[in-house]
């Protein structure tokens, strides 16, 4: 079976389709995490790249920092609005290829969300956004089922529709920045950290979970629906995962 593709969607803009699925069943990040950022540079002022709904924009601000969200899904900003309305966040429609900063901030950040940049522009747009001595966050979640006999399970049916989980662990087929970031000239000072915990979540949440990446939603309605079916019978009540959460940092030259 082939995976069938919804003509001309852009796949970075399908969020908004499910923003409040999306806030209500994708994870947050490791408290640790906000700890290490925080503790590199002592932000006050930062510019997070794809905000989504917000997830790691509350935990920022309510932390003090003044936070430029960008984000260009209105659905997204929609949810990522009601979130912030009492935090200091100004929110601004766009990408970082259209944004451009009044005044460079002390944080360039990016959970989950990096990837979707353009890779011709992105490390110099953020250079330029970030003071000298400022810092650089980019985080992502990385997730597996625990139990490997099911996981096996669900990638043979994820492969029909070519789909895939994440393989390789904890690396699994995220983006892996740190190859880049070495021979950039503009940033120093490089570090990283690994992040595991677990995850649990009832069997619905965890489909409606599936139901918001962005490969799943680029199947057709149809094509989707029985996927998640097909997954709904083999998986269990509740659903446990492994949860890996990588961070690269740093310094802004």
Do not use: C
Not at 41 to 51: H, K, R
Not at 88 to 105: C, D
């Amino acid at each position: 079976m082939l995976a069938g593709m919804a003509g001309d969607k852009v796949r970075a803009l399908t969020f908004g389709e499910v923003a409040e699925e999306y806030d209500r069943v994708r994870p947050g990040y490791p408290a640790e995490l906000f700890e290490d950022v925080l503790g590199y540079s002592s932000p006050a002022t930062a510019l997070e790249i794809g905000a989504g709904t917000g997830k790691a924009t509350r935990v920022f601000a309510s932390r003090g920092l003044h936070v430029i969200a960008l984000e260009p899904d209105p659905g997204m900003a929609l949810v990522l609005r009601q979130h912030v309305a009492e935090l200091p966040v100004t929110i601004a429609m766009g990408s970082l290829e259209s944004y451009e900063p009044e005044k460079p901030v002390d944080l360039v950040y990016s959970a989950q969300a990096f990837h979707w940049t353009d890779p011709e522009t992105r490390w110099t747009r953020t250079a330029a956004a970030l003071r000298p001595g400022g810092s650089l966050a980019l985080f992502w979640n990385i997730e597996r089922l625990v139990d490997s006999e099911l996981r096996r399970q669900t990638e043979t049916i994820l492969s029909e529709y070519e789909l895939k989980s994440p393989g390789e662990w904890p690396e699994s087929d995220q983006p892996e920045p740190h190859a880049e970031m070495v021979e950039l000239s503009e940033f120093s000072e490089l570090r990283q950290e690994l992040y595991r915990w677990e995850r649990t979540l009832a069997t619905a949440d965890y489909l409606a979970h599936l139901g918001t990446q962005s490969a799943y939603l680029m199947l057709e309605d149809e094509e989707r629906d029985e996927l998640l079916d097909r997954l709904r019978a083999v998986l269990p009540e509740p659903v446990t995962l492994e949860m890996a959460t990588i961070l690269y940092l740093a310094k802004r030259v």
